[in-house]
Nanobody
Framework: QVQLVESGGGLVQPRGSLRLSCAAS????????LGWFRQAPGKEREGVSC????????YYSDSVKGRFTISRDDAKNTVYLQMNSLKPEDTAVYYC???????????????????WGQGTQVTVSS
């Protein structure tokens, strides 16, 4: 029913910035909690950042807090992840996700979401 398509990934230098976008094919995102996850080779998937349906609550993992910002534009059915001060440790495939009836903490911690995108590669290297 819902398709999520990520864009904006690529190669960037350490301390550089990228903005990821995720567009959804859905009538309305008003009731969905949205989030970004990442997975590096040989590592477990981790929740990076999630935002509530009202945009009143956000969650950030400790490793990205202060550097990344999540935002949503429900009129455009899109969620964004602004990534600043990037580090080589941020290198991973980044996935967007949408889930009904989840708090931002639960969504980012558990990651058992209703819908997932295909992922976009982010590589931070000099």
């Amino acid at each position: 029913q819902v398709q999520l398509v990520e864009s904006g990934g690529g190669l960037v230098q350490p301390r550089g910035s990228l903005r990821l976008s995720c567009a959804a094919s859905v009538f309305s995102l008003d009731y969905y909690t949205l989030g970004w996850f990442r997975q590096a080779p040989g590592k477990e998937r981790e929740g990076v950042s999630c935002v509530s349906s009202s945009a009143g609550s956000t969650y950030y993992s400790d490793s990205v807090k202060g550097r990344f910002t999540i935002s949503r534009d429900d009129a455009k059915n899109t969620v964004y992840l602004q990534m600043n001060s990037l580090k080589p440790e941020d290198t991973a495939v980044y996935y967007c996700a949408a889930d009904l009836l989840s708090s931002v903490q639960t969504m980012c911690a558990i990651g058992d979401n209703d819908y997932w995108g295909q992922g976009t590669q982010v590589t931070v290297s000099s």
